[in-house]
């Protein structure tokens, strides 16, 4: 598998998400909830989204990993209960494209920590994911999207 990794600057964008530890072999399903409850907090108070949804990594994964499930909104709004407003950071990014099936990212991600070595770039703050290509609209996994970002200095 050949993978572009890259750096990109990025602008600042407001989120709003939920944040929580979830069991690694239950991510999936999680992530789906979670979605759907963000996506419905945004459309109840009036937000719009402005991109596909996000999963952003406090930790490096392992049985359990500590991800925010997030989507871009078009302006910042305010989070209620365990709805958090937030952004993704401006700045730096180093950035590769998977194309495939979920199960496939880890080789995406270990060819972009290898890359970032490789330039000799230091991670700068919590890594996410978007997820690109919506799995309900297209169901043939070889064409799921997913771009990795990893803010770097």
Known sequence: MNQECKTTELEAQPIVGIRTTVVM???GKAMGTLFGEVHGYIQQNGGTPAGMPVAIY?????ATVDVECAIPV???MTGAG??????LPAGKAATVTHVGPYDDLPQAWSALTE???SQGLEAAAAPWEVYVTDPGAEPDQSKWRTDIFFPVR
């Open 115 to 117: 890359w970032i070595e």
């Open 25 to 27: 072999s239950e991510i």
């Open 82 to 87: 365990r709805v958090r407003s937030g952004e």
């Open 58 to 62: 406090h930790s490096a994964p392992s």
């Open 74 to 76: 078009a302006a910042a």
